[in-house]
């Protein structure tokens, strides 16, 4: 029979883990990108124009691999985005069944202008620790994100 103290052992655990704390960072980035970077423009999209500015024109599903959105979020931020003049969809002319994303000169500027902003954030964030744990911190969050996900821990 489990003690109470041990459910409360594992609820302590359970709420402490990784999910309610990556739930409580997203959500101070959350409210720093609002106050600091822009209230209309979400990480996602600052994440896509800032891709197309980096690597020119592409196909939806390559943009959205790099980006890491599934097809069901990478359709509507797109049709967003070009809504707003930021990204226009144009044919591939070697291939007209695809379609290619492209940044607008609008585009280009608002990602180059919020940059700094972003990466300001980013060091508000991080000030808590050295620059060597800044370092290994972010090489761990990336491994963890890297890594295959099983079902079984």
């Known amino acids: 029979m489990t003690s109470e103290a041990d459910v409360a052992e594992v609820l302590t655990a359970a709420i402490g883990g990784l999910g309610p704390l990556t739930r409580r960072l997203y959500q101070v980035h959350t409210r720093l990108w609002h106050e600091q970077v822009d209230r ?4 996602p999209q ?3 124009l800032s891709l197309l500015d980096i690597h ?3 196909d939806q599903g390559t ?3 790099l980006a890491h959105l ?3 979020t990478a359709a509507p931020l797109l049709d967003r ?3 707003r003049g930021l990204v226009e969809f144009a044919k591939d002319d ?3 069944r695809r379609k290619l994303v492209a940044l607008t000169a609008d585009g280009r500027e608002l990602a180059e202008r919020l940059a700094p902003s972003v990466i300001a954030i980013s060091e508000q964030m991080l000030a808590v620790f050295t620059p060597e744990e800044r370092q290994h911190f972010l090489v761990l969050l990336h491994r963890l994100l890297e ?3 099983t079902e079984e821990p």
């Not at 209309?40 to 990480?43: E, H, K, R």
Request: avoid cysteine.
């Open 40 to 43: 209309d423009l979400t990480g």
């Open 46 to 48: 600052f994440t896509v």
């Open 56 to 58: 020119g024109d592409m």
């Open 63 to 65: 943009l959205g691999s």
């Open 70 to 72: 599934d097809k069901s």
């Open 81 to 83: 985005l070009r809504r």
């Open 94 to 96: 070697a291939d007209r």
């Open 147 to 149: 890594a295959p996900q």
